[in-house]
């Protein structure tokens, strides 16, 4: 076989690429060290060479992303601690969901800023939604004194399908009027700013993964719970994107729970069962909510779902008996998730598991114990997002603090 001779220039752009992932692990395994990390901690931390390490702190020093956090003094010569400049950049993550539009502005060091929830704005027209979710941003941003210029990029987590190299929304099912919407090169547009976009589930995943400071990388099944429902799973450390990064569509995985019929497969499955208007419906045959008709628009059904769910929190038998039943659903698609990957922790989050996981953490375990075939091999724990209530903006947030690092 012939001798394969690299070209300059894609010599060059390996290269490039290589310096911007080791700045990235490097950058990062700062950042999981907030009390400050020393260059030969870092060294031995990612297997990179001390002289390596020094090449890549040193010009972060002079952009003002890295700065000195003091000296170890664990004996024997001292050694200078490192940290990430919580000022030194910004990032911003927005969830964009069919209900919901949550913008939450990060400093370097991964904490929130500010944070704001809105309901999403109602409108037959992607482009005015944009122009708000720009607004926001820059509402935000002078609220809080800080100029774009130091925004180093904006994450955007959306429903699926998506194209991710085209950054479009392809047919959101619950969004029908933002088919084929280059979301991510119209916001970036407006803020001209750099924006990346990942499958709203999937960059929760990432958030919890970011979020994570367990010493090996993790593993596990992430079930989201908002006004829809999504599925994804993390392992070594790793999020698995799928090959056209839309891994996670579980709306036709068939449940045993009773549940209107699909019109499109004719059976009962995970998308109807967990819909917040199955709850509804389930709340107004038990009597507890009122009949709001067949001309309901989705708004109103989710404000009784939110209803529901806030009842069942505060320990109302009723709503409780309405609300359960969806503890052994999520334990079925949990436990045929970790069983199919082998893997034994399972993490639950999103708007709605919020209120719900106090109670029905237990609930979902307990199940989970029963149906996983596996858990004789390798007990399964169940446990919430470390920030259930907005992982999906981290991680996109996450995903825009790295980009930056990989091309810094």
Known sequence: MGQVVMSEEARGRDLGALKGHNQRVV?????????????????????????????IVRPLMQQGLVIEAGRSSSGGKPRVLLTLNPAGSYTVGVHLDPQQLEIV??????????????PTPRSEQPQK???????????QLDQAG????????????VPGPIDLARGIM?????MPSWRNVSIRQMLEERLNIPVVMEKDVLAAALGELWLTRAPEPPSFVFVYLGTGTGLAFAQAGRVMRGRTGNSGEIGHIMSSRPAEICPHCGGTHVGLSLSPYEW???????GILPDLGYSAGRRRIEEHAAMLVARAAAGEPEARSVME????????LASVASDLLDLDEVVLGGPYWVELAEW????????????????????????????AEDVGAVGAASLAMESFFLTA
């Open 325 to 332: 039943p969806i503890a052994f659903s999520l334990a079925q």
């Open 170 to 174: 392809i047919d959101p099912p619950l």
């Open 27 to 55: 950058a990062d395994a700062i950042r999981r060290s907030p009390g400050g990390i020393s260059r030969t901690q870092i060294a031995e931390l990612t297997g990179l060479t001390p002289q390596s390490v020094g090449n």
């Open 105 to 118: 502005l990060f400093d370097l060091s991964g904490e929130a800023v500010d944070r704001t929830v809105r």
């Open 146 to 157: 800080i100029g774009r210029d130091l925004v180093c990029g904006v994450g955007l987590a």
């Open 280 to 286: 509804v419906r389930e709340g107004q045959l038990a």
């Open 129 to 139: 939604v944009i122009d708000a979710i720009a607004r926001r941003i820059q509402r």
């Open 360 to 387: 029905m953490t237990p609930l979902v375990q307990r199940s989970v114990n029963e149906l996983t075939v596996l858990h004789s091999v390798r007990p399964v724990r169940v446990r919430s997002s470390i920030r």
